[in-house]
């Protein structure tokens, strides 16, 4: 037992000797701890375009917090959930652009990408459509709380009402006539569900991009698009003749309708007027027949001989010439 002891204390006394606790500077430094946490669970900033949803212990506050820096209750009483109303999102089906911030714009997987643009159009042809959604966030609240993954919910719809829109028509309508119509029915039905499902978005605009049949049959449909162009070119120049001939037809014809008309007014004023001079001549012959008919001999030989030019006149019964002199004069 002595020796139990010995080497017990022969152990301690080869201990180091640490230091003693200093339980002052212990607590001061738990305090600065605390605080410079609740320091950085106080503060929090937000964005430009966006505004903040606050959770005090889990339960929603009704006012939303403007862009800038901002406190609140620290040690995560109160969590703060940024929500960009003022950005114009978008979601690509088919295709992605590089550099998308947002993680849902695009499929990175280029097979998820052709199963999402490869349809089937209402006469049973495959089409491979390629769609943008633009949408915004209206409802911060709506948007956070009511649907699970929103920007997943989006695209999922997106792409179920597309491909119903798409099978509602030919692939004739899907390639060339029927684009602008896809596009508007495609968002209003979208902009019904998300109503339903209470989403707190809306969708400014659905853009139809690329539109084409599978790779096989596509040389096919090149061809038919290029004589449908061709067509359509022929009547718009056949309309544009059509609109430049007869218009110039018209006003010919317009003209010498109005030259007849002009032409039959003076005949039927000069023969009217005639028809008054003769009358007054008639008049005046009535009263003195004498007098009129010798005034109406002058009046006409005077407006008959001075074109007949110089005249000669001889007696039928000379027999020699007369010396005449100057008959022509200047």
């Known amino acids: 037992m002595s020796n139990q002891n ?7 006394a080869q201990l180091p000797d640490f230091p003693k606790l200093n339980l002052g500077l212990a607590k001061w430094i738990v305090v600065g701890i605390i605080g410079a946490w609740a320091a950085i669970t106080a503060t929090y900033s937000i964005p430009a375009e966006s505004v903040g949803v ?26 703060v959930y940024p929500v960009p109303i003022e950005r114009q999102m978008k979601q690509e089906f088919g295709f992605g652009t590089p550099g ?3 993680p849902t714009q695009f499929s990175a997987d280029p097979r998820v990408q052709l199963e999402e643009k490869s349809m089937v159009s209402g006469d049973l042809n495959a089409a491979q459509v390629d769609w943008v959604v633009q949408y915004r966030i209206t409802d911060p609240e709506h948007f956070l709380f009511n649907v699970r993954n929103p920007a997943e919910t989006l695209r999922d719809a997106s792409e179920s009402i597309m491909r119903e829109v798409v099978g509602d028509r030919t692939i004739d309508e899907v390639i060339t006539v029927g684009r ?6 495609a968002q209003t039905k979208l902009q019904e569900l998300l109503e339903r499902y209470q ?12 539109v084409n049949p599978p790779r096989e049959v596509k040389p096919a449909f090149n061809e038919v698009n290029e004589a449908q162009q061709e067509q359509e070119t022929a009547v718009n120049v056949a309309n544009g003749e059509y609109k430049k001939v007869i218009p110039q037809a018209e006003g010919e014809a317009d003209q010498k309708i109005s030259e007849a008309e002009g032409y039959a007014t003076e005949r039927v004023n000069e023969a009217e007027g005639d028809a008054t001079r003769f009358n007054a001549v008639l008049a005046e012959y009535i009263k003195a027949p004498e007098v009129t008919r010798r005034r109406l001999y002058l009046e006409t030989m005077s407006e008959v001989l001075p074109q007949l030019g110089n005249k000669i006149i001889l007696d039928k019964d000379v027999q020699q010439v007369l010396p005449f002199l100057q008959l022509n004069p200047k």
């Open 199 to 210: 989403m707190g978005l809306t969708v400014q605009q659905i853009q139809l991009k690329e």
């Open 6 to 12: 010995f080497d017990l204390d022969q152990l301690r």
């Open 100 to 102: 998308a911030t947002e």
């Open 180 to 185: 602008e119509e896809i596009q508007i029915v």
């Open 54 to 79: 606050i959770l005090r212990f889990g339960k929603k506050q009704d006012t939303l917090v403007k862009p800038g820096l901002h406190l609140k209750l620290p040690f995560l009483m109160d969590r």
